[in-house]
T-cell receptor, first 113, second 114 residues
Framework: EAQVTQNPRYLITVTGKKLTVTCSQN?????MSWYRQDPGLGLRQIYYSMNVEVTDKGDVPEGYKVSRKEKRNFPLILESPSPNQTSLYFC????????????FGPGTRLTVL | AQSVTQPDIHITVSEGASLELRCNYS??????LFWYVQSPGQGLQLLLK??????LVQGIKGFEAEFKRSQSSFNLRKPSVHWSDAAEYFC????????????FGKGTSLLVTP
């Protein structure tokens, strides 16, 4: 089954404790992206990647890192999480950029205390 | 500044009634336009998209949208709403100037009453 998976689905952590949210797709997609969703703000793009080793900033990259060492994986790293990073995070992938249909993962709900 | 505006935060319609969700954008370049839907507790699903050509585009689940360049709008419509259409709807815009970054509106929450 074609899908985008994220782990963990739920995470509660404390300020400053490094964490990684994994994202994996099995569709051989070139483009992958991370978004955060906050009430009243909609979805905001954090980072995206056009291909392996190619990443670029979206609207709200501060406090986040990403890497794309393999085509299928695009982890989101929070090196020193803060409470303002409490949010619902979505990973998405598409064949070739956002002009193709993006397939979204189920989301990761992160709470930073 | 580039922006995507969905003027209606919440909309309530009766089942069987018609629906129109508004989306306005402010971009200097020719936009790529999308509508996504998010059902409760789910990720987003693409309803339809417009890049060029016929300004009236058909999507899944009986939705359509019309691109009006003069009004900088891309409104989503459905002639008869079903209870299962209750969800959050997002308009999104990308342009060749923005690289491969996609900007979403803040969303419109649709409630369908019996």
């Amino acid at each position: 089954e074609a899908q985008v998976t994220q782990n963990p689905r739920y995470l509660i952590t404390v300020t400053g404790k490094k964490l990684t949210v994994t994202c994996s797709q099995n569709m051989n997609h070139e483009y992958m992206s991370w978004y955060r969703q906050d009430p009243g703000l909609g979805l905001r793009q954090i980072y995206y990647s056009m291909n392996v080793e190619v990443t670029d900033k979206g609207d709200v990259p501060e406090g986040y890192k990403v890497s794309r060492k393999e085509k299928r994986n695009f982890p989101l790293i929070l090196e020193s999480p803060s409470p303002n990073q409490t949010s619902l995070y979505f990973c998405a992938s598409s064949l070739d950029g956002y002009t193709d249909t993006q397939y979204f993962g189920p989301g990761t709900r992160l709470t930073v205390l | 500044a580039q922006s995507v505006t969905q003027p209606d935060i919440h909309i309530t319609v009766s089942e069987g009634a018609s629906l129109e969700l508004r989306c306005n954008y402010s971009y200097g370049a020719t936009p790529y336009l999308f509508w996504y839907v998010q059902s409760p507790g789910q990720g987003l699903q693409l309803l339809l998209k417009y890049f060029s050509g016929d300004t009236l585009v058909q999507g899944i689940k009986g939705f359509e949208a019309e691109f009006k360049r003069s009004q900088s709008s891309f409104n989503l419509r459905k002639p008869s709403v079903h209870w299962s259409d209750a969800a959050e709807y997002f308009c999104a815009v990308g342009t060749t100037n923005s690289g491969y970054a996609l900007n979403f509106g803040k969303g419109t929450s649709l409630l369908v009453t019996p």
